[in-house]
């Protein structure tokens, strides 16, 4: 299996950790690797009158730093710009925005 591959099959399983963990804390999942030419949103859920759109990042380790530290301010800047795009795409009005970032060591 390919690096690529494994990384692709890591990443599927940490987002239905995440996923599966913040529909039982509660949270309505809308979107799942929802993409536009601007990259990729791993979910899009509601929490209440919130609609949150979240970050996930999945190691086997911390070798190489703890997930959230993949996370930079680039990373951050790129998540907003996709909520606005995912936002006007489906012609919602939010009462409030949020950003979360779930972190899953397998």
């Known amino acids: 299996m390919s690096t690529g591959r ?3 099959a890591l990443g599927a399983y940490g ?3 995440a996923a599966r963990h913040l529909v039982e804390e509660g949270l309505e999942l809308l979107d799942r ?3 536009c030419d601007a990259g990729e949103i791993d979910l899009v859920l ?4 919130v609609l ?3 970050e996930v990042k999945t190691r086997t380790g911390t ?3 703890h997930p959230l530290e993949a996370v930079d301010e680039v990373k951050t800047r ?3 710009h996709l909520a606005y795009r995912w936002i006007d795409a489906h012609g919602v009005a939010p009462a409030d925005v949020r950003y979360d970032v779930v ?3 397998k």
């Open 15 to 17: 987002e239905r950790v």
């Open 6 to 8: 494994q990384n692709g």
């Open 33 to 35: 690797n929802w993409r």
């Open 46 to 49: 509601r929490d209440g009158e």
């Open 103 to 105: 972190a899953v060591l």
């Open 63 to 65: 070798a190489y730093g």
């Open 78 to 80: 790129r998540l907003v």
């Open 52 to 54: 949150v759109f979240c």
